[in-house]
């Protein structure tokens, strides 16, 4: 049986997904940020809409 000469370096393979998720997550979170200045809420509501959430967090944790 003939022996292995040794490797001079690491062989690292990665699978598909462990590149082509973050590359989708990266390029999603681009998009978001370049389109994301159209949709503006009214000055007043944000906090109603705040406050409506944190009235029902707080239902829900405190009976």
Do not use: C, K, N, Y
Not at 17 to 27: D, G, R
Not at 36 to 47: D, L, Q
Request: proline share 6%.
């Amino acid at each position: 049986m003939a022996a292995r000469s040794p490797r001079s370096g690491m062989d690292i393979r990665l699978r598909w997904w462990a590149v082509a998720l973050p590359a989708a997550a990266f390029a999603a979170l681009v998009m978001l940020l370049v389109s994301g200045t159209g949709a503006e809420a009214a000055p007043g509501e944000e906090r109603q809409h705040l406050g409506q959430l944190l009235q029902q967090v707080g239902d829900v944790w405190l009976p």
